[in-house]
């Protein structure tokens, strides 16, 4: 059955001291902009780094006692947290990733003791190797998103949000294969009936936007972006997360490789936050011009700062940024 706020509260127990309780902070240059205070998540504070920590936890520590093994299926973030979990409770960890994953979060995967398992070029590929190790490895999956435990972790957000303040008009939220939104949006309107939630991604590759816009779940071609995190499909099974985004989200919308570009030196230079290109997906939107007029404060989460620091510094410098056939032009902050 669908996670509901039960469960999300139940998470929130099992998350406590562990992965939980990131600070919410006011952007003075985005309140400015905007004309309403606008807050910031900060699921850079986690401890591996990005928000999947919550979901991966809350699923890997309800597993029974008899598990030796985890496996999973990732563009970067949900593994390196599966692989943070796993080593909590002594567990191996085999995370199965396509060749378009930056090598800095292979590189973060290892570090925390997970192995790593390149299979093709896009996460439906990965995705088959997964299944195929829990059957030949005896290795239990844990689903980057369309899963109840990691809905429910990932509501956990939504609902430490709505604590701090209820007053909050508008949520940003990124959305990729909808964990996070369906998560979040549950534990939001859970508090807030009036509040809007807004799903952003970027434009090429959005699985959970067409997939919306087409009334099921469609496969997408997966290409290179600076919202890397936010690639892969959301599978033609999928049985929690589209139906929740469905229900859940007021709209959704999308931003360019070059709003997303402007969004990641706005952070930086205004905020001094280092985040990753799927982080500012809902910055890009607000300084694009892209939002629904707000009635009041507006929030959204800064998932992970997981990135290629090499990518970073092209972009904090203006830098032109080559992303497989397309070239992101570049230009210095304020200019």
């Known amino acids: 059955m669908r996670p509901e706020m039960p469960d999300i509260l139940a998470a929130r127990a099992v998350l406590r001291g562990r992965a939980d309780a990131t600070p919410l902070v006011p952007s003075a240059f985005l309140t400015d902009r905007l004309g309403h205070e606008v807050l910031l998540k900060l699921e850079i504070a986690q401890p591996m780094g990005a928000f999947k920590l919550r979901g991966a936890m809350n ?13 999973c299926c990732s563009t970067g973030n949900h593994g390196r947290a599966v692989a943070y979990a796993a080593r909590e409770r002594g567990l191996r960890a085999v995370i199965c990733m396509s060749s378009l994953v930056p090598e800095a979060k292979i590189a973060g995967i290892r570090t925390l003791g997970g192995e790593v398992r390149i299979e093709g070029q896009s996460q439906d590929d990965a995705q088959t190797l997964c299944t195929r190790l829990c059957d030949t490895e005896g290795l239990t999956e844990i689903p980057p998103f369309d899963d109840p435990k990691v809905i429910a972790g990932q509501g956990t957000i939504g609902l430490e949000m709505l604590e701090a303040r209820p007053d909050l008009d508008m949520l940003l939220v990124p959305l990729s294969g909808g964990g996070l939104a369906a998560g979040v949006a549950q534990a939001a309107r859970a508090l807030n009936p009036r509040i809007r939630i807004i799903g952003i991604t970027m434009d090429r590759g959005a699985a959970m936007f067409q997939s919306l816009a087409a009334g099921h779940p469609v496969a997408v071609e997966e290409v290179a972006s600076l919202a890397d995190s936010l690639g892969g499909g959301i599978g033609a099974a999928n049985r929690y997360t589209f139906e929740m985004c469905r229900e859940l989200l007021d709209t959704t919308l ?41 009635r009041g404060p507006l929030a959204t989460i800064i998932t992970g700062r997981n990135l290629d620091m090499t990518l970073f510094t092209r972009v904090i410098n203006g830098e032109d940024i080559a992303l497989g056939g397309q070239i992101v032009k570049g230009a210095p902050y304020g200019t």
């Open 59 to 71: 699923a890997v520590m309800a597993l029974p006692k008899d598990v030796t093994g985890v496996t």
């Open 254 to 294: 999308l931003v360019s490789e070059a709003e997303i570009y402007r969004a990641m030196q706005a952070l930086f230079f205004e905020d001094r936050i280092v985040a990753e290109g799927g982080s500012v997906v809902g910055i890009a939107a607000a300084l694009a011009g892209k939002l629904p007029e707000p």
